[in-house]
């Protein structure tokens, strides 16, 4: 039974339509290991039963050889989507207990072809966090903790866990300033954040509109093409979607990628980095030119700067988005006597303290007297950041870099929350790729001295997964990180 | 010189007014939702996900709204802004459910414009068009239904504004009123907006400061908010003027502020300072794209536009020979202007105009009913007018046979022809009527021939009588002068 869990969505699809087993016998096999693994918390609400007349259904149509995309693959789905009829929290306070009455479009878009919900997964709070340790729900555990419980990664942490621990067999995710990428690293996961505008934010709860992103988070490469290729469409409801046709992302793996340009920016090569992850990522760049491809020095002179523009446009943005959770049409209300008062009471009680951090900076830099100075700046040096891409990519086809500086730390690690820079830190390599709007894959590609993930970024041009897809299977048929395992 | 003068202690001061006036967009939906703009709707009927600010919800721009603000800006002679920019206003308050307005701040869609407004005197005055953006409506807080209790009706959140605002070009009451009328007018006829003050389909703020006369700064001003009718526009400018003027004579200054209007006291009331007013934290929407529009886009609205009612006066005068009083009262309204040019299409229009204005407002007025539910239909009133131009029948006879077309909504033609009506003009049978009536009357023959010319009037009268009304005065009168020679 527990085999199954092992199989990628391809090979899943493949089995499926061969009639090696059904498709609820497929959820089954995944609730199972959803009850081995709840020490993980990957899950905040479980939706088996739902799944399994998903899967029923989805049965029907494999008995008769049709089928989506998807059909009869179990998946975990982040609880930043709302998803109709079921619990959506945002992992916080203030939603707990929230049914939305629609479906965000990405979600519709798997049930539509074919996929069933095993349930929700954890995150950092709205998103906002790179450790998954501000969820109201506790924190979600990597399955790779040894002695010590080490953080998932965030903010999508649940989904990232569940897909390393076996318990769905892909999961969405969303990436903001690298909230797909960092945790799949950490988990040793794969994970896209295609373009800005490739899938629809309809009916995904806002953090930072001009960066949010969906994704898949699944086992391989191959996995993460096959989600997307449901995931990604324009969508008339959200008007910063693009209007851009999708391929089908899986045709590109195996593309020959003799004669890529693999650009390495000069200035990620950072003080300090970590000797293990420098070494991967040397060893990553020899793999890809072996097989042809040839690497490039390119420069992104802005890169120091992308942690400040990020951590003013983004917390910005969140605080007018988080301004409609007053407690007065849907969430937790705290009454008071006045209006006020119940704004203040609602709020306070309802949001996390990084989520408060991010709203006050954010309303900050947007204040009288300092929208000029900092956010109207940072908007230029997003700019900037992005020429530099857009310059680099004059020389290069797709750009390689770590995703995280560092592997999987440990839950509660003091250093990182008494230290919100040294937190912050961790988003250095994964935040331009945001500002710029550019797609970006993690995936494993091997193991520190501890045991731990650490995984490798491809950047791309903007609507170019398809070299991105390439580049990313030839280096992980390289690594061969599922041996490591 | 149109300028109110308020005559102080110190010396003369002038007004300096400036109006911003919010007119509810005419459209089926709502700016950046789906949901129904209709009137009268049960409460909280017509509110999307979208209007109540529900997670994850985006907007998406309501073409038809560009359109109607387009088609107003041309219509008050302003500049078309080829790229516009919405952008967030971010306070909190119950009736916004975003906790944020969809607005435009720094690149409005329309640009510099031009109104000419006619006034009491017989003077006109151009006003100045500052901006024109358009931005969403807010909910209504509905207090008076629980003494502890705001109760909340979101049927008008998100319905599209448009926001004119005018430059500081008002001098008077009067002039202000004069605008809003003319403005009113505007968007009737191009049917952008309703312009029910009363219904709050047009909200008006009026900008107040005063300065000596022959000054040119501008002093502090105090903005005037939701006052609802033109008559309070008015009441309000001029009391806050006078206000002013005590306050500055009595050695007081004034501080920039905002102010509300008793409408049962006619004052105004302080409301908040400068201090207090909130920094909105205005910001670029990153939810919305920029509006770009096309010059053909821009050109097919002008084509399409309908003719405004200064060109329709103008032409009213020049080509169809009306006075500009009678050209003003017949332009004023859509309705009314194309209901009399269809009326006076091929007819004597001075004359249609005067029985327009005359008799047929009259039987109206005394119906109670409106243009549209008139018995008497345009081209029936032009028939009628033609009659009396070809002189079938005398302006008598054509009294009587409106009062017939009021009743029964026949044509004249087939009036005159069923009663007999028609006019004797016939020199034969008149002279053998007034023969009669001269042959009857020795006396009163003698004493005209002695000098009693005013007699005359009253030999008519006769002949008219015996005639049943229905001899040509014209040549009555002439043969009567002959044959009492």
């Known amino acids: ?485 | 010189m149109s300028g109110m003068i308020l005559k102080g202690n110190t010396g003369d001061w002038e007004i300096i007014c400036g109006l911003e006036i919010h007119c509810q967009i005419i459209s089926k939906s709502k700016i950046f939702s789906g949901a129904s703009t209709h009137y009268g709707a049960d409460i909280n009927e017509n509110v999307s996900f979208v209007d109540a600010g529900m997670p994850g919800m985006l907007p998406v721009l309501n073409e038809e709204c560009v359109r109607q603000a387009i088609k107003t800006g041309l219509g008050l002679n302003a500049k078309i802004n080829k790229r516009s920019v919405f952008s967030r206003k971010n306070y909190f308050y119950a009736d916004l459910p975003q906790g944020y307005q969809i607005t435009q701040f720094e690149y409005p869609l329309v640009g510099e414009g031009a109104v000419k407004i006619d006034l009491e005197d017989g003077s006109s005055k151009e006003i100045g068009i500052e901006r024109i953006h358009i931005e969403q409506d807010t909910g209504k807080s509905i207090h008076d239904i629980s003494p502890t209790k705001t109760f909340l009706d979101f049927n008008r959140a998100g319905v599209g504004l448009m926001e004119i605002v005018t430059k500081p070009d008002f001098r008077s009451p009067d002039e202000a009123g004069a605008f809003l009328r003319k403005l009113r007018t505007i968007v009737r006829y191009l049917g952008t907006c309703d312009g029910n003050m009363d219904e709050g389909s047009m909200r008006c703020d009026a900008s107040v400061s005063i300065r000596p006369v022959g000054s040119s700064e501008l002093r502090p001003r105090a903005e005037i908010k939701n006052v609802n009718s033109v008559k309070f526009v008015m009441q309000a400018i001029e009391f806050e003027a006078n206000r002013q003027m005590q306050i500055y004579e009595s050695g007081g200054e004034i501080e920039q502020q905002t102010r509300l209007f008793d409408q049962t006291t006619g004052e105004t009331r302080f409301m908040r300072s400068k201090e207090f007013a909130h920094d909105y934290r205005y910001f670029p929407e990153p939810d919305l794209l920029p509006l770009d529009l096309s010059d053909e886009f821009i050109a097919e609205i002008k084509s399409g536009l309908v003719e405004l009612p200064d060109a329709k006066k103008e032409r009213f005068v020049q080509d169809m020979g009306l006075t500009p009083y009678d050209a003003t009262v017949l332009s004023e309204d859509r309705e009314t202007a194309e209901w009399f040019e269809k009326a006076a299409k091929g007819h004597d229009a001075k004359k249609v105009a005067n029985w327009m204005m005359g008799d047929f407002f009259a039987m109206l007025n005394e119906k109670k009913i409106t243009l549209a539910e008139s018995p008497i239909s345009p081209e029936n009133l032009g028939a009628l007018v033609e009659l009396i131009t070809s002189d079938v029948i005398n302006g008598k006879t054509a009294k009587d046979v409106f009062a017939i077309m009021a009743e029964t909504g026949d044509n004249p033609e087939k009036i005159v022809e069923e009663k007999g009506l028609k006019q004797v003009t016939d020199t034969g049978a008149i002279e053998k009527i007034i023969d009669e009536v001269i042959a009857s009357n020795p006396a009163n023959v003698e004493a005209y021939k002695g000098g009693k010319t005013n007699l005359m009037g009253w030999f008519v009268g006769q002949v008219m009588k015996a005639s049943q009304g229905k001899a040509n005065p014209g040549v009555v009168n002439k043969i009567l002068q002959q044959k009492l020679l």
Not at chain 1, 217 to 229: E, F, G, S, T
């Open chain 1, 1 to 485: 039974m527990s085999e199954l869990t092992k199989l990628t969505i391809a090979q899943a699809k493949e089995c499926l339509k061969n009639k090696e087993f059904s498709a609820v016998e497929l959820v089954e096999a995944y609730a199972a290991k959803m009850d081995e693994g709840r020490k993980y918390n990957a899950y905040v609400c479980e939706t088996v039963e739902l799944a399994k007349e998903q899967a029923k259904q989805s049965q029907i149509k494999l008995d008769k050889g049709e089928g989506g995309n998807l059909e009869g693959i179990p998946l975990g789905i982040k609880d930043l989507f709302c998803t109709k009829g079921i619990a959506t929290t945002a992992c916080s306070e203030f939603l707990k207990g929230f049914v939305p009455p629609y479906e965000s479009t990405v979600s519709a878009k798997l049930l539509a072809d074919g996929a069933s919900f095993l349930g929700k997964l954890n995150l950092d709070e709205f998103a906002m966090g790179g450790s998954n340790e501000t969820s109201a729900f506790g924190p979600a555990i990597n399955p790779w903790s040894k002695d010590i419980s080490l953080v998932a990664g965030g903010s999508s942490g649940g989904s990232a866990a569940a897909v390393a621990a076996e318990m769905c067999a892909g999961a969405t995710g969303t990436d903001t300033g690298g909230s797909i990428r960092q945790p799949s690293a950490y988990c040793g996961v794969t994970g896209i954040k295609p373009t800005y505008g490739r899938c629809s934010r309809y009916g995904i709860i806002a953090f930072a509109s001009s960066l949010d992103q969906a994704g898949p988070i699944a086992k391989d490469v191959r996995d993460c093409a096959i989600m997307l290729n449901s995931m990604a469409g324009y969508d008339a409801k959200d008007s910063t979607s693009a209007k851009v046709d999708v391929p089908d992302f899986e045709k590109f793996l195996g593309g020959d990628i003799k004669g890529m340009r693999i650009g390495i920016p000069k200035e990620y090569r950072v003080d300090g980095l970590d000797k293990e992850i420098a070494a991967y990522w040397d060893k990553a760049a020899e793999m890809l030119k072996a097989r042809g491809a040839e690497i490039v020095e390119i420069s992104l002179p802005h890169s120091k700067y992308a942690l400040a523009t990020y951590y003013i446009i983004a917390p910005a943005e969140a605080s007018a988005n988080l301004a409609r959770y007053d407690g007065l049409r849907f969430g937790n209300r705290v009454d008071g006597d006045t209006l006020d008062e119940m704004y203040i009471n609602s709020r306070t009680n309802g949001f996390g303290k990084e989520v408060k951090k991010r709203i006050m900076v954010g309303t900050y830099v947007l204040s009288a007297g300092y929208y000029d100075a900092y956010y109207v700046k940072a908007q230029k040096v997003r700019r900037l950041i992005r020429n530099d891409f857009m310059n680099a990519f004059e020389k290069c086809d797709v750009i390689l870099t770590p995703t995280a500086p560092v592997a999987a730390f440990a839950v509660g690690d003091k250093s990182m929350q008494n230290d919100p820079i040294a937190m912050w830190l961790n988003d250095i390599f994964t935040v331009s790729v945001s500002l710029s709007g550019l797609p970006a894959m993690s995936l494993p590609v091997g193991l520190n001295k501890e045991g731990l993930p650490l995984g490798m970024q491809i950047i791309g041009k903007a609507f170019d997964e398809a070299n991105l897809f390439k580049a990313a299977y030839a280096l992980e048929e390289d690594a061969n990180f599922k041996g490591a395992k």
